[in-house]
């Protein structure tokens, strides 16, 4: 899971980098527009992914705790 996020960031970071310098932010109309609401939304899915790395852990203990409380269930039952 942590190898796939990283992944998308590396390539939201390459696509950062190639269009960045070719988007026309300071145009007039719709190209101005596009690009910023472009930024944006990459900006988005880069604080996405940084917000699923700082919460992987807790996510990993939630699962084992839910784990261990499955097996002393079926411990308990076997007495």
Known sequence: ??????????????????AVPR????EDGL?????LVWLVLCL???GGNIAA???LPKR???IRK??????????????
Not at 3 to 14: D, E, Q, W
Not at 66 to 79: A, H, I, S, T
Request: positive net charge; hydrophobic residues 55%; contains cysteine.
């Open 1 to 18: 899971m942590k190898n796939r996020i990283l992944l998308c960031l590396l390539c939201i970071g390459a696509l950062l980098y190639i």
């Open 53 to 55: 790395i700082m919460y």
């Open 60 to 62: 990993k203990r939630m």
């Open 44 to 46: 988005m899915a880069v």
């Open 66 to 79: 839910v784990k261990l409380d499955q097996e002393k269930r079926v411990r308990l039952r076997q007495y």
């Open 31 to 35: 190209a101005g527009w596009f690009a």
């Open 23 to 26: 988007l026309p932010m300071f």
